[in-house]
């Protein structure tokens, strides 16, 4: 199992576990995170999955295909380390990965 961490705007923390090959945007969806919306199912379609990945991780990720690049453009407050959680396949390296949800997802 891999551990992923959603840490809210008040900074409360949420330990989820998935499986290597599943993305952070279905645990967050299977579990009930509130901030991811997931619209577009985990598509590449929208923008409302969209989580900053914390400074030490940011590195630890492939770098976004150019779908994902565009579809963050429609992003609430994108920041350098903002991504959409449907594009991160979790992998026993990212064990532990730190995702910050957005006040919004729009």
Same mark, same amino acid.
């Given at each position: !199992?891999?551990?992923?961490?959603? +840490?809210? *705007?008040?900074?409360?923390?949420r330990?989820?576990?998935?499986?290597?090959?599943? *993305?952070? !945007?279905?645990?967050?969806?299977?579990? =009930?995170?509130?901030?991811?919306y997931?619209?577009?199912?985990?598509?590449?379609?929208?923008? *409302?999955?969209? +989580?900053?990945?914390?400074?030490?991780?940011?590195?630890? %990720? &492939?770098? &976004?295909?150019? !779908?994902? $690049?565009? !579809? @963050?453009?429609?992003? +609430? /407050? &994108?920041? &350098? *380390? $903002?991504? @959409? $959680?449907?594009?991160?396949? %979790? $992998? /026993?390296?990212l064990?532990? %990965?730190? %995702?910050? @949800?957005?006040?919004?997802? =729009?």
């Amino acid at each position: !199992m891999v551990k992923v961490i959603f +840490v809210n *705007t008040k900074g409360e923390k949420r330990e989820l576990e998935g499986q290597p090959g599943q *993305t952070a !945007m279905e645990i967050a969806r299977n579990a =009930g995170v509130e901030e991811i919306y997931a619209e577009c199912g985990g598509a590449c379609a929208c923008a *409302t999955c969209h +989580v900053y990945v914390a400074k030490e991780w940011a590195d630890k %990720l &492939p770098k &976004p295909e150019p !779908m994902e $690049s565009d !579809m @963050l453009d429609f992003a +609430v /407050d &994108p920041r &350098p *380390t $903002s991504r @959409l $959680s449907c594009q991160i396949k %979790l $992998s /026993d390296e990212l064990d532990g %990965l730190v %995702l910050e @949800l957005p006040a919004s997802q =729009g």
